[in-house]
């Protein structure tokens, strides 16, 4: 068995291990418990479990790195882990059957790629060429699966049972960099960049919201398409600009 085959098995049975968890976590009832969030108990307690470990290591990391770190410097790596986004997006607009929105993310790449330093520098973007986020769990999405209940996770934080189910479908390149201290450098490099990006975002979440995990759970439902439970739109959801 290849290194990539036991990594998707791994991943396959961590995705089953976390639905097993929240099923056995058991499900909110009352009159005030939300159709689509059956799993609130677990789902509130997994997110202050992700909160505290956001609190005592996520974010001071994020914060030193946002601190000094070159604004041009943060740009470009932003840049770089949005340009491999643009191939995992091409992959599935193709599979949406999205024939200009799988073109644009082909070009994205490629222009990206090739005169932009690697994805360094968004050329692209400054061309007018516009980007098309899309992930395995929207194409499931658009073919009709439904959200199925919303799901909080590890670290990873909000999700539905369609998109924990989608994860094991590794399309991130940088999943089949061999080289494993440079792959996980990579992984470690985009979690506090893009941490790093949410900084204000989270601040102000925290100071507007009278409850942040309902606020956070009805936004997040909507974009994947699901407001409301097993409810679907014709798009199957979409990806916020800043995923």
């Known amino acids: 068995m290849t290194t990539d085959s036991r990594s998707r098995t791994r991943a396959a049975r961590w995705a089953a291990l976390l639905l097993g968890a929240a099923l056995a976590t058991g499900c909110a009832t009352g009159p005030n418990a939300n159709p689509a969030d059956p799993f609130e108990p677990y789902n509130r307690g997994m997110t202050r479990f992700n909160e505290n470990v956001d609190k005592a290591v996520l974010k001071p990391v994020a914060t030193v790195y946002r601190d000094v770190t070159p604004r041009p410097v943060r740009t470009g790596v932003g840049n770089f882990f949005a340009n491999l986004g643009d191939a995992w997006s091409f992959v599935n607009n193709l599979l949406q059957a999205r024939g200009l929105e799988a073109y644009e993310s082909l070009v994205r790449f490629s222009t990206n790629t090739v005169f932009g330093l690697g994805g ?21 999405g658009r073919w009709g699966v439904p959200t199925g209940p919303y799901l909080v996770l590890p ?87 800043d995923y």
Do not use: M
């Open 155 to 241: 670290l990873l934080g909000p999700s539905t049972v369609r998109d924990t189910a989608a994860l094991p479908v590794v399309g991130d390149p940088v999943g089949y960099v061999n080289d494993v201290p440079v792959r996980n450098s990579l992984y470690g490099l985009r979690f506090v960049d893009k941490r790093a990006s949410l900084l204000h975002a989270t601040s102000v979440l925290d100071e507007a919201a009278l409850d942040s995990y309902s606020f956070t759970r009805d936004v997040y439902l909507k974009l994947r398409g699901g407001a409301k439970a097993g409810a679907d739109d014709e798009e199957g959801g979409k990806l916020p600009d």
């Open 120 to 140: 360094l520098l968004d050329i692209a973007s400054e061309a007018g060429i516009e980007r098309h986020k899309q992930d395995f769990g929207l194409t499931l």
